[in-house]
C-alpha cells in the first residue's frame, strides 16, 4: 500500500504536500508499527510529514497548525474548531506563540472560521460514508479547502478567500482497492521481467 500511494499521490510541481497523520494512521503504528504517511513521506520528495497527529509550518511567514484531534465534532460544526482556537490564543500567556492559521481534520466536515487573528479551518475528507459514519448519523463532505490570505506588514491577516471544492459520492472512485491489485499485480509483471532480463 505504501508504495502504490507513493506513485499514485499527485505529484506538486513546484510545490510540496505537508502532512500529519490520522487516526487510521495511528492504528496501523499500534498493529504493525508502521507509521504510514512518514514511511510515504520518506519516498517522496516533494511531500514533508510533520508528526503523528499534529505539526506546525511556517509559510511565507504565516504559522500554520495541522492538528487531527480526537472525539466526535459536537453538536454543531464550529464548537471544537472555536474550543481549538482559544486554546491556541491561552498559550500566548505561557509565553509561546500561537498560529495564525489552524486546519483541524478527523471530522469530516468543512468550515472557515476567522476568530479575531486566527483563521480557523474544518478539513473535509476524501472517503465516502461506510457504516461507522452512517450509525453514528454523519455526513462526511468530500472536497478541499484553496486559501488565499492577505496579511498587512506587521503579519497580521487582514483578509482572506476560502475557496471550497465539494464533491459528491458519484465522484468517489470506489473501485481504488480493485485498481491497487491491478497495481500491485503490474509491479510482480515488471520485477520478473527485469529478473529475466
Known amino acids: 500500500l505504501r508504495d502504490y500511494v507513493v506513485a499514485k499521490y499527485p505529484h506538486i510541481k513546484d510545490g510540496k504536500t505537508i502532512g500529519i497523520g490520522g487516526n487510521h494512521d495511528g492504528w496501523i503504528v499500534s498493529h504493525g508499527g508502521l507509521d504510514f504517511v512518514e514511511a510515504v513521506a520518506s519516498r517522496r520528495e516533494d511531500f514533508e510529514y510533520l508528526g503523528s497527529e499534529f505539526g506546525s509550518y511556517i509559510y511565507e511567514d504565516i504559522?500554520?497548525?495541522l492538528l487531527h484531534p480526537r472525539g466526535g465534532s459536537g453538536d454543531t460544526r464550529s464548537r471544537k474548531l472555536e474550543m481549538h482556537i482559544k486554546k491556541a490564543r491561552n498559550r500566548i500567556s505561557k509565553g509561546k506563540g500561537h498560529p495564525r492559521v489552524m486546519i483541524l481534520g478527523n471530522w469530516?466536515?468543512?468550515i472557515?472560521?476567522?476568530?479575531?487573528?486566527?483563521l480557523g479551518?474544518?478539513?473535509p475528507c476524501m472517503k465516502s460514508e461506510d457504516s461507522f459514519h452512517t450509525t453514528l448519523g454523519l455526513v462526511p463532505q468530500l472536497g478541499f479547502w484553496i486559501i488565499r490570505i492577505g496579511l498587512d506588514k506587521g503579519n497580521n491577516i487582514i483578509n482572506y478567500i476560502p475557496e471550497y471544492f465539494g464533491f459528491s459520492e458519484k465522484d468517489v472512485d470506489e473501485w481504488d482497492y480493485i485498481d491497487f491489485h491491478e497495481w500491485e499485480i503490474e509491479q510482480a509483471k515488471l520485477k520478473r521481467l527485469e529478473i529475466e532480463k
Request: no cysteine; hydrophobic share 60%; glycine share 0%.
Open 108 to 110: 469530516h466536515q468543512a
Open 63 to 65: 504559522f500554520f497548525y
Open 112 to 118: 472557515a472560521f476567522f476568530d479575531r487573528d486566527i
Open 121 to 123: 479551518f474544518l478539513a
